[in-house]
């Protein structure tokens, strides 16, 4: 069965350490599966995954390589905070009008505030505090008007 899978959550939320998990756990089962992160674009153009300065040009580039995979005939976990409904809806529906029996799963994140800001300051790559925190605002929830088959809710 070849999926869309996105990721959806603020920074710190733990997207794409399960994104990592999850592809992992796929292609142990023969499952075709590519993970595309925006922070792997981010240090691909820029050598710089903290690299905020183009954000158009990233997710071209992202949808691009989504859609090839797509009608290639694999499956794709989309890693990005993905916050917004409205985008969520237009990349669905991009899908579905290229392939339209692709499997539509939603993976939302929810850890506190809190909790997300302390994973930021433990790791490598990090996202400031007030940036994670309007994130978190911002998050608008999945739900299936949307046009998922599947919500798990992290």
Known sequence: MQ??????GPSGS???????SLASALKAIGEDVVVLSSDNIREELYGDANNQQNPAQVFRLMNERTY???MEGRSVIYDATNLIRERRVEMLKKIDSLCPNVCFEAYWF???????????????????????E?????????????????????
């Open 14 to 20: 733990g997207k794409s350490t399960y994104a990592a």
């Open 110 to 132: 929810t850890p506190s505030v809190d909790e997300c800001i302390r994973r930021q300051s433990i790791r490598d790559r990090h996202v400031p505090a007030h940036v994670v």
């Open 68 to 70: 090839s995979a797509i």
């Open 3 to 8: 999926r869309f899978i996105m990721m959806i």
């Open 134 to 154: 309007r994130q978190y605002h911002q998050l608008q929830a999945p739900n299936y008007d949307e046009g998922w088959n599947v919500i798990y809710h992290k």
